[in-house]
């Protein structure tokens, strides 16, 4: 990293011309990353440039380093309430043991800036070196993952597929960009209750852009209220639908749809049929399901709708070697290493995952 300017140094810079290649300190000078043999993780050094200056470089490292250092324990503990000495201890013992993992959990991102935190921790990780071995890593695995289903017929028609809004696109609504929203239909979500970031704001700036909101709920949430349109759906007691998991169970319904609600196919199939669409819903719900579960993926090999209807729940297919992440060592980032310090960043001091004391109104509300 250029210490003038923050970013990562570029063969561009020491050569001339327009190269992007980054370059990592190789023993005794600067060296495309993708070559270098000899990195040095740690230490200064000074690169001539090609203009004739010279400028100041820092391998990322060194400056998880530096900020690692400007937080002794006796400061980790004044902000966290963490007794020094078991912050010491803890680290001691997932430093020298291996392999060591952490799972983050969802309670970490009901927080403004758990980004930072979500990357600390990560950083914490691949600093230990565990990173692509067996029983390491991070992750927010919940003990429960989603089975390899085929949606793809049913979710793509002549070849495309209705993008989905989260929480993120919530900027589409209020920009138009990267197209405009001015309808939004919330189906088994309620968005605008503690997962909308900074609700206040989302509230007060974005709902009321919208020119028509409907939600399908069976309980008057909080993106109930908000809604122009409030449509009973049915319970889980009251529609047949898969339950994902290690288990794969059929959730099968024991009563019918009380008063006027509807399952959720149900809903969009009236509103497809009026609308024109109707032979896109045409089969069953039961048939869907039997599509999903003809997937070639070995976790559902032998796993079909009779017998979810026979047996009850069924134990996936477990692999015989365990999934390790990242076991090649190849990443998805623009240099295809880890990246702890991320130069697109610089501009909102957000390199490095510094603490942030998160303000009141950027708390969100309590589950």
């Known amino acids: 990293m250029r210490e003038d300017t923050g970013a990562f140094l570029r063969e561009g810079d020491v050569i001339g011309g327009d190269s992007n290649s980054y370059l990592a300190w190789d023993t005794l000078a600067a060296a495309p990353s993708a070559t270098a043999r000899e990195i040095a993780l740690v230490g200064r050094y000074e690169v001539r440039l090609a203009d004739g200056t010279h400028v100041r470089c820092a391998p990322s490292f060194q400056l998880l380093c530096d900020l690692a250092e400007s937080y002794p324990a006796e400061r980790a503990a004044a902000i966290t309430t963490v007794p020094a000495e078991a912050i010491r201890a803890l680290a001691i013992e997932f430093a020298t043991h291996k392999p060591s993992a952490i799972r983050i959990g969802y309670g970490v991102d009901r927080w403004y800036w758990s980004d930072y935190t979500a990357r600390s921790i990560a950083a914490l990780v691949i600093a230990t070196g565990n990173i692509g071995i067996a029983g390491g890593g991070v992750s927010v695995h919940s003990g429960t993952y989603a089975p390899p289903a085929s949606m793809m017929t049913f979710r793509k028609i002549d070849g495309k597929s209705a993008p989905l809004l989260d929480t993120i696109g919530l900027s589409a609504i209020e920009f138009g960009r990267p197209y405009s929203v001015k309808a939004l239909w919330l189906s088994t ?27 399908s709920e069976h309980f008057m949430t909080a993106s109930a209220e908000l809604a122009d349109l409030v ?30 609600s509807k399952s959720e196919f149900d809903i969009f199939k009236g ?46 297919n477990r692999p015989v070697e365990p999934y390790v992440s990242f076991q090649d060592y190849r990443f998805e ?3 295809g290493r880890i990246e702890l310090y991320k130069e697109e960043l610089v501009a909102h001091g957000a390199q490095l995952p510094s603490t942030t004391s998160p303000s009141r109104q950027h708390q969100t509300m309590p589950s």
Do not use: W
């Open 333 to 335: 980032t623009p240099s």
């Open 231 to 260: 449509l009973p759906a049915a319970t889980i007691f009251e529609r047949l639908d898969l339950i994902p998991g290690i288990f794969l169970q059929l959730q099968q319904p024991a009563v019918a749809p009380e008063g006027e």
């Open 189 to 215: 979500c309620n968005m605008f209750n503690q997962t909308a970031p900074n609700r206040k704001r989302v509230l007060s700036d974005i709902v009321p852009q919208l020119e028509f909101l409907v939600v």
């Open 271 to 316: 509103l497809a049929e009026r609308m024109g669409f109707g032979e896109l819903f045409q089969e069953t719900p039961q048939h869907y399901l039997e599509e999903a579960l003809t997937s070639t993926d070995a976790l559902l090999k032998g796993i079909t709708f009779d017998r979810l209807q026979r047996e009850g729940p069924l134990l996936m």
